[in-house]
């Protein structure tokens, strides 16, 4: 079956770190640009971050740019996420996907990450 | 940025009719390198990720059924959904991905009259 697998989230402290994992399975995702999205509760989508495939090139939505960071490691078929300094406003569904070019065909089911005291 | 705007936010429609979802860019999608609009829909039912089910504007995604289409070029694009089941209830969303930062419209709910 093939699918995408998120991993480490949980309940962290304002200001603390948290690194969130994508494994992929049934299908090499070497070749594909690689995303996460996150959904706050009860709202709508937003793109956090992407990766290319052999990692050269990143980008970030500006509201995480500098405390988040994206990297993938293609031997073990994983996607990651780094996330420091988090916030409250980082609580959200984090999801992964990805797809060849451009396209977000391949979700996984989401993890959560609760930033509370 | 480029500002994604749905509307409705929600609509009912009755089973077998059409249901329509408008999507407005606040810049054009269209690239002019490959005449290509980066305009994408996904369907998220509740408990679920998205689903995507048409990418370049007009191509649907394998396993979408045909009563989903898409029209539209630059900064108007509309999701028809020809004869509404009951299947269909869930939210939908345009995304661009044009230009960083990728985006989507806030979603439109779509409900069973």
């Known amino acids: 079956e093939v699918q995408l697998v998120e991993s480490g989230g949980g309940l962290v402290q304002p200001g603390g770190s948290l690194r969130v994992s994508c494994a992929a399975s049934g299908i090499s995702v070497s070749s594909y640009y690689m995303n996460w999205v996150r959904q706050a509760p009860g709202k709508g989508l937003e793109w956090v971050a992407n990766i290319n495939p052999d990692g050269s090139a990143r980008d970030y939505v500006d509201s995480v740019r500098g405390r988040f960071t994206i990297s993938r490691d293609n031997a073990k078929n994983s996607m990651y996420l780094q996330m420091n300094s988090l916030r409250g406003e980082d609580t959200a569904v984090y999801y992964c996907?990805?797809?060849?070019?451009?396209?977000?065909?391949?979700w996984g089911r989401g993890i959560f990450v609760t930033v509370s005291s | 940025d480029i500002v994604m705007t749905q509307s409705p936010d929600s609509l009912a429609v009755s089973l077998g009719e059409r249901a329509t979802i408008n999507c407005k860019s606040s810049q054009s999608v269209l690239s002019s390198s490959d005449n290509k609009n980066y305009l994408a829909w996904f369907q998220q039912k509740p408990g679920q990720p998205p689903k995507l089910l048409i990418f370049w504007a007009s191509s649907r995604e394998s396993g979408v059924p045909d009563r989903f289409r898409c029209s539209g070029s630059g900064t108007d694009f509309t999701l028809t959904i020809s004869s509404v089941q009951a299947e269909d209830v869930a939210v939908y969303y345009c995304?661009?991905?044009?230009?960083?930062?990728?985006?989507f419209g806030q979603g439109t709910r779509l409900e069973l009259k």
């Open positions: 995304q661009q991905y044009h230009s960083s930062p990728i985006t």
């Open positions: 996907a990805g797809g060849p070019g451009w396209k977000f065909g391949l």
